[in-house]
Each structure stands twice: as C-alpha cells, then as structure tokens.
C-alpha cells in the first residue's frame, strides 16, 4: 500500500487523481503526483490547521480509511487494538497524541518504557495505587461500608474486571491507612477552632452491646465565611456517667483539639441532669444551652401523657401500624395500593415520629380500612369519630413538628431562631380550632407545657444576644422589653470598652454573593411583612439614642433584613460599616441552638457499630466519624 501524507485529511481526491478539492474552501489544487501544492495551499491559506510531518519508516494513514485517524480533544486518549501496519511494540494497545497543541491530531503508541512504568504506578507505592486506595478509604468513611468490602467477591470482580493492574489492600491494611489518614487530617485541623470562637454540642449514646460513647461536635465560622460543623470525637466512656466524669471527658477533648475554654460561647446539650451539671461544671451555666428541639420534643410526650384518652388512641394506631409491618399480606396490599408511602411507626426516641404516624395514617385511611376489612386477623379499624380526634391532634401537634424541622439545621445558624420561633408557635398554637373535648384538653396541656418551658426562653442570656444582633431579627420578637433593654446596655457597654482597643477582625472580607439559605421557611412566612411595620414603628419612637454607641444606634435604627437572607453573610457586608460591632457578634453569639449535630453523629454510628461490625474500636469508630464529616474538599 502506498504510503500517503496527513495533508490528506484537508483533501478529497478527484476521480482522475490528478487534483484535489480543500475541504475548507473548495478550491481544487494540482496534486502532480504529490502533496507539495496540497501542503502549500494549507500552509498559506488555512495556517491554524499544523500538518504532522511523517516520520521516517512510518506509514501514514489513508484518506480513504477516516475510522483510523481521529480528530479528539487534545487530552483524551484512547484504547485500541494496535493496528496491524502501524509501527512499534504489538503489545500495547494504549493510544495517544503526537501533538497536544494541534487541531488534527494523529495517534501514536507509546514506548514499552512508558507502558511499563503505567503498570508499575498501579502497584504498591506507585500514584495510581495511593490514588484508588484513597478513593476506597472515601468510599469506607462516606458511605459507612465495612473493611470487609474489599473481601467480598463482588467487588474483587469490579476492581479485576476495571482495573486489572491494582492489587486490593486487605482490610487491615485499610484500618491502619484510616488511622492514618486520621492523624493527618486532624493534626491539620487543630489549629482552626484554636483562636476562633466556637459553639460546641454534646451528648452520650449507647451502643447495641451497652457501651456508651461520648461525642463532641464542633461549629464555627471558618475562612470562607461560612459555618462550619465538625466531628472533634467520639470516645467511649468507662466509667459511670457522674457529671464530674463528663466534665473530665470533655475538657480532655477540648485540650487534644485546642480548643481553649475562653473561647467557647456556648455548649448545647439536652436536659438531662448530669450532663446538664457537667457543664456547669466546666464552662459555668451562663455558657451552657438546652437542646431547644429535645424541649420541643418533651412538651408534645409530656402533654401526650396528661391525656390518657388520647394515649389509648394512638395505642390503637399503632397496633395496626404494627399489623401492617408483620403481616407479609397486608403488607404487600398496601405496598400494592400505594407503591410510594407506607406506614409510620411511632418511637418515644425519634422527634416528631407521633405526628408523622398520625398524618400518614390519615392519608392513608381509606386503603388501610379496606385491606383490614378483609383480613379476620386485623386488629380492630378505628372509628370515624376517633379519625376526627386524630385529626384535630393533628392540627394540634403541626406547629411543633414545623417548629423542630426549623430549628434542626446544621448549615445555618440557629441559636438566632430560638426565641422569634418560640413567638411564632406560641401564635399558631393558640389559633388552632378544635371541636372534641378530648383535643380540648391537649391543646390546654400543649400550651400550658410550652408556656412551662419556653416562657423565659427570653432570660437566656445567649439567645437573646444572638436574637438581637440577628439583622433579619433585632427586637422584633421580644415580648420582655427589660430583656432586650438589657442585652442591648450588654452589648453597648462592650462596644465602648473597645472605643480605645485595637480593630482586630474577627469575621474577613469576602466576595461571597450567595447570602440565601436555602430551606423552608414556612414558619417565618409573616416574617417580611413585620418588617415594614417595625420599621415604621422604629421611626415614630425614635430609637437613636444618645447614650448608645453610633455603630449599635444606628443598627438598630436600620430595617430588618428579609427571613431568606444568611446573617454571617449580612455581617461580612456590613463590617466596614459596623467594624466594632462585627467583632462583638462573633464573640457573643452561639452558632447553634440545639444539640441536634450530636445526635446525628450517633444516628451514623449506628450505622458504623452495627450487629455485623460490633467488635469495631471504638478508636477506630471515633476516627471513621471524624473523617466521615469531612467535605470532600479535605480528604
């Protein structure tokens, strides 16, 4: 076969073979019996296009044979058989391009040294082989598999069959590579929250086997002007759980991250005593903050249990909830019905489990009612009079499930929302209509229990500086005026101790533009009309004070931001307007408000520390934790 020139990529041929047409412009060239005007023609009047000169003792493609010549981006390669008259080792079938900067490109195989050293990058040692042992120790930590994975015969297959080169570590070996990933990433991460300000959470969990575990989270502002929330650790606790033996647990964590104890504003636990003592103990009470959703949580159980009538009913609800997820029958009827919902258990653990069993068992009345109506063994349907009831209690208990999801983010500050949501249910609570006397007597024991634990929500020092320095918030949602008057005398007694301190920015410039959270809001969804009314409220008593430091004075005199609006956003473009003031929020203000970080840190040891993985370390599952927080950004 005659050996033809890659100018021929830019021709066709005419029948005669005497001439050939430019594909670019149409102009029929003289060929001559060679390529010289061809390339000329190219050269002079399309330059972009780079013709490759053949090199010596090599045969170039045929332009009646496109399928071997390709025009592909300049950093793809691709496999193939080598081709039969195409120079070099048979034995690679590995393709790629002479010339990366060029339009046409022609494919060459590469030298056996290359090769060889590509085969030896997938062995022990070599980047490829650090590379894909690192993504299944992401794999591991992020979606909570065991070791054991790299053992089972399915994925050996995958990884044969995909990457036939790379030898599976065994799964002690990724076990001490977790380790050490471990090390590495938090010896770098010690020093973020050392000169920060942070909000920490708490809590104490028992596993399948009755060892009960610790966890510390943590929550800050970092570089980038947005919140972060991390896993400091899990250990298991050895000991009983007196509070001065928590107390040790958690200064002992704070020390190995250096956390320093002047620089924590609050730590979030729920209400139970010991915990609750080994705050106290460690950080005083005016730093420690009750779960705001673990107290929502007990006004619904406790107001539930005030109504013995009311307990029977869901008693009841549940008894057939249970039916439908023992019964294989029943249940395949149902799943028939309604391929895409199914009933919900409630669990006294589980927050707002009672309310969602409630709604789906309504929703799903009719086709429940049907399928217990042709099984003799089903427990007894409840009546249209009790489906009335559980109505109502439904309506009752909406205001607290909504409350609880709105309270429960983990990307978004929350210690601000504590006292405007307690404002806004209290409301939704009180317009509720009821008609049976039974949902009566729970909507009395709802309030009474909320009132009981939320009615001086407002002397909690913390939240109310972090509800008045809110810019969506200020004192739109404070009822107490002696309150709000005393942290804003708090607040401006600490801006003029700074008038003769040096400005030390605690919260940096950004360029940040999104300042939208993005959630629900459907609590707050009053929230931007008020705006207007405060605001001209503000207006009519005047409230530039004289005694008040200009930044806090003019603050508070300014409009409310709009609900949707992320507040460390705000304050980032509002420091060189209030440079003091920026710095006083960030040293009063607690990021979160609920201790609801901790409790899904268990929820995902659960999933580590299951019945198949019970002998894990709890060292080791302290470590997959922390490392199955991080964002991916920091493996």
């Not at 042992?133 to 015969?153: A, G, H, N, W």
């Not at 309604?338 to 068992?361: A, G, L």
């Not at 049976?436 to 634990?453: A, C, N, P, S, Y």
Request: aromatic content about 6%.
């Amino acid at each position: 076969m005659p050996k033809k020139s890659a100018v021929w990529l830019h021709f066709d041929k005419s029948a005669d073979g005497k001439s050939a047409k430019c594909k670019h412009c149409g102009k029929l060239i003289k060929s001559s019996g060679n390529t010289s005007n061809l390339r000329g023609h190219v050269e002079s009047m399309h330059k972009k296009y780079v013709i490759e000169t053949s090199k010596p003792g090599s045969e170039e493609p045929q332009p009646s044979e496109p399928s071997k010549k390709q025009k592909l981006d300049n950093n793809f390669s691709v496999s193939s058989q080598a081709d039969a008259g195409h120079a070099g080792p048979s034995t690679s079938t590995q393709m790629e391009f002479v010339n990366p900067s060029s339009a046409i490109q022609i494919m060459r195989q590469p030298s056996i040294v290359n090769t060889i050293r590509r085969i030896e990058s997938y062995k022990d040692g070599g980047r490829q082989n650090e590379k894909i042992t690192q993504s299944i120790l992401y794999m591991i930590c992020k979606d909570m598999v065991p070791f054991r994975v790299v053992e089972r015969v399915g994925f050996k297959k995958l990884m044969k069959d995909a990457l036939p080169h790379y030898v599976l570590p065994s799964r002690f070996t990724l076990k001490r590579q977790v380790k050490s990933k471990y090390d590495v990433v938090s010896s770098s991460m010690r020093t973020w929250p050392s000169n920060k300000k942070v909000t920490l959470t708490t809590d104490v969990w028992t596993d399948l086997h009755m060892r009960s575990f610790s966890s510390l989270t943590v929550h800050f502002v970092d570089e980038e002007n947005k919140l972060f929330s991390g896993t400091v650790g899990m250990i298991p606790l050895e000991d009983r759980h007196t509070s001065e033996y928590l107390c040790e647990q958690l200064r002992s964590l704070c020390s190995e991250w250096e956390i320093q104890e002047q620089n924590i504003v609050a730590i979030v636990t729920d209400n139970g005593p010991n915990i609750v003592k080994a705050i106290n103990l460690f950080v005083g009470s005016k730093r420690h903050l009750p779960c705001y959703a673990h107290t929502l949580n007990l006004v619904c159980q406790n107001s539930l249990q005030n109504c013995p009538e009311l307990v029977e009913l869901l008693d009841k609800v549940k008894k057939i909830v249970s039916w439908f997820k023992q019964s294989v029958v029943a249940s395949d009827e149902l799943r028939s019905a309604s391929p895409n919902k199914k009933v919900i258990q409630s669990v006294p653990t589980r927050w707002n489990s009672t309310f969602n069993m409630i709604e789906r068992f309504l929703e799903l009345r009719p086709i429940i009612n049907e399928i217990i109506n042709r099984h003799s063994s089903a427990p007894i349907m409840v009546t249209a009079a009790e489906v009335e009831i559980l109505s109502e209690m439904c309506n009752i208990l909406e205001p607290l499930y909504t409350a609880t999801n709105e309270i429960s983010g983990e990307t978004y500050l929350t210690s601000s929302l504590c006292i405007p949501i307690t404002s806004i249910t209290r409301k939704r609570l009180e317009a509720v209509t009821v008609d049976k006397k039974l949902t009566q007597k729970l909507k009395g024991e709802v309030l009474k229990e909320f009132d009981r634990r939320f009615g001086s929500i407002e002397q909690f020092t913390l939240l109310g500086l972090a509800t008045l320095l809110d810019p969506r918030f200020k004192k739109m949602y404070f009822k107490n005026a002696l309150a709000c008057s005393k942290y804003i005398n708090m607040v401006n007694a600490r801006l003029r101790s700074l008038e003769n301190e040096s400005d030390e920015p605690t919260i940096s410039d950004t360029n940040e533009t999104d300042s939208t959270v993005e959630r629900s809001r459907s609590i707050f969804s009053d929230h931007n009309k008020q705006i207007q009314a405060k605001w001209k409220e503000t207006n009519k008593e005047g409230t530039l004070q004289r005694d008040l430091h200009p930044e806090l004075s003019l603050y508070l005199s300014a409009p409310a931001a709009k609900i949707e609006e992320n507040p460390i956003t705000i304050w980032v473009d509002m420091k060189g307007t209030y440079p003091k003031l920026s710095g006083v929020v960030a040293e009063f203000v607690p990021l979160v408000g609920t201790s609801v970080p901790s409790e899904r840190l268990f929820s995902k040891a659960g999933q580590i520390i299951t019945k198949t993985r019970n002998r894990l370390e709890g060292k080791l599952a302290s470590n997959l934790l922390f490392l199955n927080s991080l964002p991916e950004k920091m493996w």
